[in-house]
């Protein structure tokens, strides 16, 4: 048993210990091995060759009604009991288990592929003293790698050695946080001395000890112990799997976490098996169905054995009783007859027919070249075709901001100069032109440094750049030296420039293709050419960003020995140090800002001021001072900042456009027309996601009111929370109404829901992560719920992974409402497992997101279709299929039920055994996948233009419990016609020729005959969307049955097998009469009518929404498809922040001694001596030990403000 248990233990998810601390030895593979950690393979498959068979039939035996057919094969294989042959299930029950099989069969091995691909990539180790080159997968803990520029990184490793000066190494982290820009890594000194000899990092035998494997991003704790000497371990010394190494020739690594233990896979979040909502109801109703069944059967027996008691004494005579059988063991013997001939209620064909369905309209997804993507050659694809209808459902949309919404591409737009605004293209007669692709572009071809990939539109502005204005040139200048971008150039004339964020990379490209190009710096002086001239500016000061300051500031010296202060920085800031001089300049340019942030860019005030020489020598000194004192030196050096940055001179503003994806406001409008919620969750900076959500038109001006959480305790929180309901809603109780409920199979599961609460007006609500982090607390997460879902628009600044995935979570749990999550970057792996629906987008942010998506496409703007069209339609046909599929089986089933008070209770059946075989394979199999497959209510024209028509499905107002009851009671009508109306109309009634037609073959065979023509017409009432498929399928099933039962009643097929087609000439000698006709006829009509008639009273008194659209397009034409419109212009007088990617600290790296090339440099009194600076404002600070201490004494300290680029 122990055995067993051992064997099964990872199976179940049993973990043997957990790890308290990781401790392992660089170069000790031994070692390393005893503590039998995860090696660096990943595997996201289910099965295996052995373990598929008996996994995956334990899988579909634990649905129900799987389980439940299995049960009635057995009972068939009964004689006493059986009433039918076996086949009649066995049939059916293995095409279902076969196809389910393939099916997932198809997606694992879709899964081993994908572990295959990433473990089989290829990745030089250090192995006995040489570099191999070896698979991912044969990486083990304790190993050092070699990474080379561009490559992904292997596992999560310790950084030990880079090409890079100060052993930095730079690396783009968008797999795990969205971000593109880059993050600045550091080696430790002692392990950064050994470079890339293969000799030293052999020899290498550091011993680490650490947490053990966790998903937090951020934070990293442990120590190096090397030579007696303890070095601590944090973030900055750590390179996570999912990174790429970029601008680095090549770095070592020592491998701390592998595979299934790196902090990527540890955030990716537990697969779980998704179930539509829909999915979950059958269940309910099968188990309900058994119930009905039971006592159904239980009815039928009592009959039984009060028959055989009063009436069967009577038969003995001609049909005596097998030995041992008395009235109390019949009774019992037809309860399991009956069981067998009701199972209909609940046919296996019905899970057969839904998993076609789903085939059919997840390929439709597949097929839809509307939501293809020429660009990238990428169609949409549904990777799984189990939840097509729950995409007609969504009621909560979560969405990641970066690649998503945005395309991670930041363009200079718009600027204002000395008053006069540049960017906007007009027509003659002076109006505003929309610009598109197809816009004429300035022409750089005069400027041979200018980025080929750098478009403008205004050629305006080209000339007053060239002409020498003045103003122009000091604009373009400051942008090309006010910043902290690092160029590379790796061929004269091909400058790449790595800037620490997008914003900042985008105005010194500007600035480039206009002429001032930023072609190379020194910690001392920057080198531009200006106009094809090539100039060298010294270096004196970079006064450094940080959130406080909200502005950056250079102080350089020209060749003519000009000394100039150059600032940029977020206008409210720049404006309250600008020289009074500057009014009438301040009011013109604000007028432009207001258009800019109305249209959504990110705006940036640019200033500059002329310095005195003496001034400036005196202000070094008290720099000096103040950077070396040894208390209070934040403070003192920002009041020499805030002194020398006074009385500026306004040269304009800068306009950047976090380039939305196309289509992505008109996306969002269209879907909160249709009640959908979204919340933005992001990694970014709050600003950032603030302007976007303004781009996207989900924060309005008109908005009544935007909360922003940004307190820093548990209770401040609370507070700001609390506050922000009772503004939204000043009647709202102080405490949460959460109704509790039970649901699932048998009801065993407990469900909290809480009610949405009315709002009178639009409200936005924006919360950043530490607050965040307090409101998931299990104490506030009702409130943050209750207060957010007041709101129409929700955004989450700074969130982990795994706070997206708590957020999707808890409104999964509290709302009991469908949710969708959409991301395209490793970052949001976890929230799209979380949701009901993950989307990935296929962007630039690798595939980890499309690998766990259940949908995937290359654009944010396919949702609408994906949701507004494929989606309702999915819902709406799944529902008409479900309540037309159980309306036949009832009606079918219930004229067993009837019959059986006239046979004796004797579990004979009404109809001929071979059409009870083929009435759910054959005869109405075909005709209800046609409809169920191609029906629409309204095309998706009609869809886009009427949001309002999706509504339905969030509100499960198509196919729910009540639905079913109607659908039940509907059907004991029906069966009640179809069996007495041609009972009366057979008994006592002759042929023309005066013999008897009402034997129990002919009543059989227009029983089923009127039942089929019956269900035929009850399916071209439920249809809306005909085509030749459909009509087909109804025909031909009809014409199916006419030739199958005249050739099966035949004499041929009598003589061939005697027993198997007792029903010899039924079929011609009914068939030919009149009378049989007109029962076919009359039954028809009382079974069709009512139908007819309440649909015309509920469409004439109550009207839905739908029969309203279809009214509407009865008598209108198609509409167009919506004219592409130029946004109108919007004026705000809220405006962005500045660089928003940026953090505090960079200043210091660029002006490191020892960072850039290592060249003898004219040398100057150093304004910045302490290199090694605190880490930024918002970060915590981070102790080291005395004996790391004394180890950097001996060296130059390294530059640790690159860390702050994190």
Known sequence: MESLTSYFGPLCGKEEQKEEERHFRANDRPFNLSYHYADNAIKTSKYNLFTFLPLNLFEQFRRLANAYFLFLMVLQLIPQVSSLSWFTTAVPLFLVLTITAVKDASDDINRHRSDKQVNNRMVDVLIDGEL??????????????????????????????????????????????????????????????MGDSTDSLAGFKGEVRCEPPNNRLDKFRGTLSLDGQTYSLDNDKVLLRGCTL???????????????????????????????????????????????????????AIGNGIWEVREGSVFTIFLPREQGVNAALSSFLSFWSYVIVLNTVVPISLYVSVEIIRLGNSFFIDWDRKMYYPKSDTPAQARTTTLNEELGQIKYIFSDKTGTLTQNIMTFNKCSINGKAYGELFDFSGQRVEITEKSEKVDFSWNQLADPKFFFHDHSLVETVREGNPEAQAFFRLLALCHTVMPEEKEEGELFYQAQSPDEGALVTAARNFGFVFRSRTPETITAVEMGRQVVYELLAVLDFNNVRKRMSVIVRSPEGKLTLYCKGADTIIYERLHPSCNKLKEVTTGHLNEYAGDGLRTLVLAYKDLDESYMDEWKLRHHEASTAMGD?????????????????????????????????????????????????????????????????????????????AANTAEAVKEELRNARRIMCPDSAEEPSVIKARAGLFWFQKIERV????????????????????????????????????????????????????????????????????????????????????????????????????????????????????????????????????????????????????????????????????????????????????????????????????????????????????????????????????????????????????????????????????????LCLDTSYWTAVNQFFVWGSLAAYFAVTLTMYSNGMFLIFTSSFPFIGTARNSLNQPNVWLTVFLTSLLCILPVVAFRFILIQLW????????????????????????????????????????????????????????????????LFTQTDSPLAQNQPQHYRTITEEAEDSQTPPPTRGAAAAQ
Not at 180 to 188: D, G, H, R, S
Request: hydrophobic letters at 40%.
């Open 246 to 300: 970029r601008n680095t020739e090549w770095c070592f690594g020592l491998v701390i976490f592998g595979g299934p233990d790196t902090k990527l896979m540890q955030n990716s979040g537990k697969t779980i098996f998704k179930r539509t909502s829909i999915d979950h109801l059958m269940n309910v109703l099968v188990l309900c169905i058994f119930g009905f069944l039971a006592s159904m059967c239980t009815v039928l």
């Open 132 to 193: 191999r080159n070896e698979k991912w997968m044969n990486v083990q803990v304790g190993d050092i790698i070699k990474l080379e520029n561009n490559q992904f990184v292997t596992a999560d490793l310790m950084l030990l050695s880079s090409s890079e000066p100060l052993n930095l190494v730079y690396v783009e982290t968008a797999e795990l946080d969205g971000e593109t820009n880059l993050k600045v890594k550091q080696a430790l000194t002692v392990t950064g001395d």
């Open 633 to 709: 030196r934040e403070e003192r050096l920002d009041q020499l900042y805030e002194e020398i940055e006074k009385d500026l001179q306004l040269l304009g503003a800068t306009a950047v456009e976090d380039k939305l994806q196309d289509g992505v406001p008109q996306t969002i409008e269209q879907l909160a027309k249709a009640d959908i919620k979204i919340w933005v969750l992001t990694g970014d900076k709050q600003e950032t996601a603030e302007n976007i959500g303004y781009s996207c038109n989900m924060l309005r001006e008109e908005m009544k009111e935007i909360f922003v959480v």
């Open 1103 to 1166: 009207p839905t929404a739908n029969d309203k659209v279809r009214h509407k397009v009865r008598k209108e034409a198609l509409p167009a498809p919506a004219p592409r419109r130029p946004p109108a212009r919007r004026i705000s007088t809220r405006r962005s922040g500045y660089a928003f990617s940026h953090a505090q600290g960079y200043g210091d790296l660029v002006t490191s001694r020892r960072f850039l090339l290592r060249l003898p440099l004219r040398s100057r009194p150093v």
């Open 755 to 1018: 009610e949405d609460e009315k709002v009178d007006g639009d409200y936005g609500l924006v919360i950043n992560g530490h607050s965040l982090a307090f409101a998931l607390d299990t104490d506030l997460q009702l409130e943050l719920l209750r207060t957010a879902c007041m709101c129409q628009t929700v955004i989450c600044c700074r969130v982990t992974p795994l706070q997206k995935a708590q957020v999707v979570q808890l409104v999964k749990k509290y709302k009991q409402a469908i949710t969708l999550a959409i991301g395209d970057g490793a970052n949001d792996v976890s929230m799209i497992k979380a949701a009901h629906i993950g989307v990935g987008i296929s962007g630039q942010e690798g595939m980890q997101a499309v690998l766990s998506s259940d949908y995937s496409f290359a654009q944010f703007r396919y949702l609408q279709r994906l949701l507004l069209v494929h989606g309702r339609w999915s819902y709406l046909r799944m529902c008409k299929f479900l309540q037309y599929f159980f309306y036949k089986n009832f009606t079918f089933t219930f004229v067993h039920f009837w019959y059986a008070f006239f046979c004796g209770f004797s579990a004979q059946t009404v109809y001929d055994e071979w059409f009870i075989t083929l009435y759910n394979l054959v005869y109405t199999a075909l005709p209800v996948l046609g409809m169920s497959i191609f029906d629409q209510d309204v095309n998706d024209r009609w869809s886009f233009q009427y949001p309002q028509l999706y509504t339905p499905g969030q509100l499960n107002l198509y196919f729910s419990k009540k639905a079913f009851v109607r659908c039940m009671m509907h059907s004991c009508y029906s069966s009640l016609i179809l069996f007495f109306i041609p009972w009366a109309a057979m008994h006592d009634t002759v042929r023309d020729d005066g013999k008897d037609i009402a034997d129990y073959q002919s009543f059989a065979l227009l029983a089923q005959t009127c039942l089929l023509i019956v269900m035929s017409i009850q």
